[in-house]
Nanobody, 125 residues
Framework: QVQLQESGPGLVKPSQTLSLTCTVS??????????WSWVRRPPGKGLEWMGA???????YYGPSLKSRTVISRDTSKNQFTLHLSSVTPEDTAVYYC?????????????????WGQGTQVTVSS
């Protein structure tokens, strides 16, 4: 059973960088042709795909946040991370990490088989 767990600060000040880590257990992030994504849901809005890192290490970003997003991984810890810079209150959301197929880089949410529970991040001074 694969499990994903998000961790990071719940409160970030405007203009700072939001950093979250997803720790994966029950499976390796470097095998199995899987793509490991970051997805968020702002209050009252739908899911937004932020980007993904593939089993191979290739990285893909969603178009709307590409200029502010960096995704990386630490294979020794079986973790992948999200950094979102220059945050504003509009970046307040529940942030999820998830595992899916290669199709996720198109933005579809129908190709995920495992999700983290999500972590609330609020941007406020």
């Amino acid at each position: 059973q694969v499990q994903l767990q998000e961790s990071g600060p719940g409160l970030v000040k405007p203009s700072q960088t939001l950093s979250l880590t997803c720790t994966v257990s029950g499976g390796s992030i470097t095998t199995g042709d899987y793509y490991w994504s970051w997805v968020r849901r702002p209050p009252g809005k739908g899911l937004e795909w932020m980007g993904a890192i593939a089993y191979s290490g290739s990285i893909y970003y969603g178009p709307s946040l590409k200029s502010r997003t960096v995704i990386s991984r630490d294979t020794s810890k079986n973790q992948f991370t999200l950094h979102l810079s220059s945050v504003t209150p509009e970046d307040t959301a529940v942030y999820y990490c998830a595992r899916g197929s290669a199709a996720v880089v198109s933005g579809t949410f129908e190709e995920y088989d495992y999700w983290g529970q999500g972590t609330q991040v609020t941007v406020s001074s």
